[in-house]
């Protein structure tokens, strides 16, 4: 694994904000994997205000969400879908035809799963896996278990995670959908790249132990130490500790 860490989350948005803008520019028509959450807000906020001055082409992007959570889709409070249409979606000039989400509300949830490891592979694959990091260690909601799922399946989220979550349901645990839809372990690993991102302190034991830890279904995260082309960046928070 390749660790790069920065001073704070907006030289590192910043710094990622720029290899990607670039990787578009060197391939038109790149897949990208997103991830939602807290920690990709600034890189995204960056990659908008960056292609708003008009310096990306996103015509033929194309993207695919990590996960999505049961029950939500379009439209609704609280979704990915919403999620990414306000933090980058809406704002940049990318093909509705070419953003890829998992669709929350599909009446059969297996036929969606697998709808959406064909439309992957009909890609062409993932260039590039973001990712953030739970303080659990799941990545997309890949959760801490006796054992792991390798391609998209409906996820049953550990109480953390739906407490991590509350915040997109104006903190009413409650209403944190119990269910989500994400991509497997082995949907993530076959991306040509993955760049991981953990910023703040809460997230430090995660990080070391998907670093420096064993390969185990107990941090989800620690399966990337297989993977050849992977890169980490941390903020001081999330770097401290670090062997
Ligand atoms: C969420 C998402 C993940 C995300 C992680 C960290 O539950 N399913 O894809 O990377 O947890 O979220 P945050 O960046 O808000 O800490």
Not at 97 to 108: T, Y
Not at 121 to 126: K, L, M, P, R, Y
Not at 201 to 229: C, N, Y
Request: hydrophobic share 45%; proline share 3%.
């Amino acid at each position: 694994m390749n660790i790069e860490r920065f001073d704070n989350e907006d030289v590192l948005a910043s710094t990622l904000a720029t290899r990607l803008i670039e990787a578009l520019s060197l391939k038109p028509r790149i897949v990208l994997g997103l991830p939602t959450g807290r920690t990709p807000v600034a890189l995204y906020r960056e990659i908008r205000s960056r292609s708003q001055r008009g310096h990306v082409d996103w015509s033929q992007v194309r993207t695919f969400n990590l996960d999505e959570f049961v029950g939500l889709g379009a439209g609704d409070e609280g979704s990915y879908c919403s999620y990414m249409q306000a933090e980058l979606f809406s704002h940049v000039r990318i093909e509705a035809i070419n953003i890829g989400m998992l669709d929350g509300r599909a009446a059969n949830l297996a036929a969606e799963c697998a709808r959406y490891e064909r439309a992957i592979e009909d890609a062409g694959g993932i260039d590039i896996q973001l990712l953030g990091i739970g303080a659990n260690g799941h990545i997309g909601f890949n959760e801490p278990g006796e054992a792991l799922e390798a391609e998209t399946h409906v996820a049953v989220l550990c109480a953390e995670t739906r407490a991590a979550n509350a915040g997109l349901f104006g903190g009413d645990l409650s209403r944190v959908p119990t269910h989500a839809l994400s991509m497997g372990m082995a949907t993530i690993l076959h991306a040509r790249e993955i760049v991981l991102m953990a910023t703040g302190a809460e997230k430090s034991a995660a990080v070391a132990e998907m670093i420096d830890g064993p390969i185990t279904t107990r941090v989800p995260a620690s399966f990337l130490q297989v993977h050849s082309r992977v890169t980490v960046m941390l903020d001081r928070g999330a770097g401290a500790r670090l062997a």
